[in-house]
């Protein structure tokens, strides 16, 4: 296997690729928990509004600048001019969601096709060109070896996207038998597959190299995303009939069963002391085994919400706090260390433990809040605010974490070891 | 014979990436009479490229239990006459 030895400084792509992607990944996250502040109770936006907020404008972007950033790191693979591919995923994504928002409000077809094209191009361009990196790539380990089957799900997301663009438009009426299907198979493509089998690949290096725990048991990603495609197919198959209970059992425990390996792989961490980071993994690993409990609920309980599903989407949210609490603090001192400012702010200069715990404790409380909100309307305004302290919180990181960058690369002292 | 003074880096238990930060701040402030001895469960490639770019020597090498050792040294030192491995 394949066994990194950590980022290499010509392989790492410049700071400005990662902290455009996370600032706007931030900027969706403001905006989305203002509009939930304000419409959510409303009902005048439809839920699809505020979901593709989180799925494309929050993970979207912060997935690929994540992506970009860990492809050296824990694939060994470095990107070809990573800066022009963050500018083009940075205007076809975010464009693109502009256009679906649109849509969503005035229920215009035009906008939807607008949104399509855009969003379909730049996607499949971005996962094609890191496909193709990963597949030249030829010590290729378990983790590069899970991320070509995290992406394999994109065409798949966006093709299920486009038919249901196009039964709801009537421009594949013919088609419109599928429609429960497809509307079962767009959500767990995009979760399951492309945003969960991405975690895993991440989690078999992270886990292991970040808290020093063993490592995840051998053949487990294969195993798992084998289970997974399984499953959609037969879920595929099932839907028609309209009856996917089972499928979303077996599929919640399945995720459950990779929570449980987490949550032990991180009780036999070396080191004793829990930091911020690491609480959101474990906190990442107990919303799976949640979720997989919650799949066994029939729907009639839940109000007509998916709750295992829901439970789904806030562990990978966790996890991308987890990352984004390790990623900028390293980022701003790894690239002021590697051009001579020796000093540079360390990574507790840039976040305290302190404030990474406040960090911790907003997240639990805005994901508490908006669970119950599910249940509770009247704890919706409640919830969007926790979320909206919660982006303000990681917007101050990343602002802090710039200024601190720029303030060291205009004033710090440049100088060689021992020089 | 001289007799440099070894700054020692236990870093097998340490979590990422607080062994780069360590030893970052240990070459930092390295005389020309010491040298940095590192023991890490992997190899450290971002350090030894921060180590040559700043013209130190390095040398690393992994012993029967996995456990790796790096020497990082001033150029005026041998860092393979100072491994124990």
Known sequence: MFDNQGLSLEQAPPIKVVFTLF???????????????????????????????WTLGIMGNLIFGALFQMLPVIAGVAMRSPWRDTRIVVTGLNLGLIALLYGFVTHYAGTFWLAATLLGVTLLYITLKIFVALYHFKEKGDTAQSMMYALGFIPFVLLSALLLIGILSGVTATLSTHYTALRFLHP????????????????LQVVPMFYVTPAYPKRLHT???????????????????????????????????????????????RRALWDASAKLWALGAALLLLQATAALVPPGFTQGCDLSL?????FVHTIAVAMLLKIIPFLTWFHLNA??????????????????????????TAILLFMLSRFVPTLQPLAAIAMLCEAVALAWLLYHAVSAYRHTQKHGMRMTVNG | MVRYE???????????????????AIL??????????????????????????????????????????IVITPAEMDPKDLCDV
């Not at chain 1, 502040?37 to 936006?45: E, G, M, N, T, V």
């Not at chain 1, 597959?193 to 991440?202: D, E, F, K, N, R």
């Not at chain 2, 070894?6 to 970052?24: G, N």
């Not at chain 2, 020309?32 to 992997?42: G, Q, S």
């Open chain 2, 28 to 69: 930092r402030n390295l005389s020309k009479e010491a040298y940095l001895y590192m023991l890490h469960r992997k190899k450290p490639l971002p350090l030894l490229e921060i180590a040559e770019r700043a013209g130190l020597r390095f040398c690393a090498r992994e012993d029967d239990g996995g456990t790796w050792h």
């Open chain 1, 339 to 364: 051009q001579g400012y020796f000093d540079a702010p360390m990574m507790h200069d840039i976040l305290s433990h302190r404030n990474a715990n406040r960090i911790f404790y907003l997240h639990l």
């Open chain 1, 223 to 269: 195993l798992f995303f084998a289970a997974l495609l399984a499953l959609l197919l037969f879920g595929f198959m099932q839907s028609e009939t309209g009856d996917t209970t089972m499928v979303r059992i077996v599929g919640g425990a399945l995720w459950g069963v990779f929570g449980l390996v987490t949550l032990w792989l991180l009780r036999k961490k």
């Open chain 1, 310 to 314: 829901l439970l789904f989407a806030l």
């Open chain 1, 23 to 53: 600032a706007a990944a931030l900027l969706w996250a403001l905006i989305g928990s203002i509009a939930y502040l304000l419409f959510a109770q409303s009902k005048d936006l439809d839920s699809a509004f505020f979901i593709h907020i």
């Open chain 2, 6 to 24: 070894r700054h020692l880096l236990d870093a097998r238990e340490m979590e990422h990436p607080e062994p780069l930060q360590r030893a970052t």
């Open chain 1, 188 to 203: 767990h493509l995009g979760l399951w597959g492309w945003m969960g089998m991405l975690i895993v690949a991440v989690a």
